[in-house]
């Protein structure tokens, strides 16, 4: 949504300057509803499964380079 924000607001420079000051103008104007972060056991499980689709990838690819 942020990113949406910037290019709306004409902001399309990425430096930590400009991208700190377009964060804080979208906190300001937008007031997003505070999300906890995940504990643990849910970013571990995250890690997991961002690998196991990965590896299928991987795999796909292989089956596609061994049919040419």
Known sequence: ??????????????????????????ADAVRPEARALPDEETRIFADLVARRRQIIAMMVAERQRDKR
């Open 1 to 26: 949504r942020v990113r949406c924000f910037a290019q709306a607001m004409g902001k399309h420079a990425k430096t930590d300057a400009i991208d700190a000051a377009v964060i804080a103008h979208f």
